[in-house]
């Protein structure tokens, strides 16, 4: 099923859409994304629907053909201050703010968000799959994201972030048993023993 375009035609609207919410470490990451009206690619999606592979072979993809694109990143800690729903809104507006032209509205994948100043904004459920510019920026998000984890994690190799990502796999959740946390976990998530 070929994405959307745009939500309404005639505009310009920015996609914007978060990575790494269910993760026990590392940072909650957004992009937001705006497309020009031509642009058409067969192999963008929702980053959760297509292999590592392809993830890193759009993204150049995006960058080159985006009108404009913003990366935003909260922290461990900011998450623990704020919570990681504040947090998602906090990364997709830092990732809003880098955007180098004007738009008229924001699309969001998801079914709430903080209203950025002076923009409306529509939220969609699965937006990601639906609209380029929100897949666009998925794939932003998941590979900005990921990039970082394979950094960190080795300072920390035993986590093994490189394969998990932060996610809460058995073996990060062991790992974390056996050796305690670091300053890139998430104090506030209740971390359950496998």
């Known amino acids: 099923m070929a994405l ?3 939500l309404e035609a005639g505009r310009t609207e920015v996609g914007t859409d ?8 590392g940072p909650v990451v ?3 994304v705006i497309l020009p009206e031509g642009f058409n690619n067969e192999i963008l999606n929702d980053s959760k629907q297509i292999s590592e592979k ?3 072979a759009l993204r150049p993809i995006i960058e080159a053909s985006a009108l404009a694109y913003g990366i935003g990143f909260v922290t461990a800690q900011e998450i623990d201050e704020i919570n990681i729903l504040n947090a998602s809104f906090l990364a997709m507006h830092r990732a809003i703010d880098q955007l180098k032209i004007d738009f008229d509205h924001i699309l969001v994948d998801g079914n709430r968000f903080k209203a950025y100043p002076n923009k409306p904004h529509t939220c969609i459920v699965k937006g990601d ?8 920026a998925s794939i932003l998000a998941k590979t900005y994201r990921d990039d970082y984890m394979l950094k960190i994690a080795q300072e920390f190799p035993y986590y093994e972030w490189n394969r998990n990502k932060g996610y809460p796999t058995k073996a990060h959740v062991d790992s974390i048993l056996k050796n305690g946390t670091c300053h890139h976990h998430r104090k506030s998530y209740h971390i359950k023993a496998y």
Do not use: D, H, T
């Open 4 to 6: 959307n375009r745009f």
């Open 129 to 136: 799959a639906k609209f380029q510019s929100i897949a666009a």
């Open 54 to 56: 392809k993830r890193y």
């Open 30 to 32: 957004a992009a937001a």
């Open 18 to 25: 978060e990575a790494g919410r269910g993760c026990l470490a």
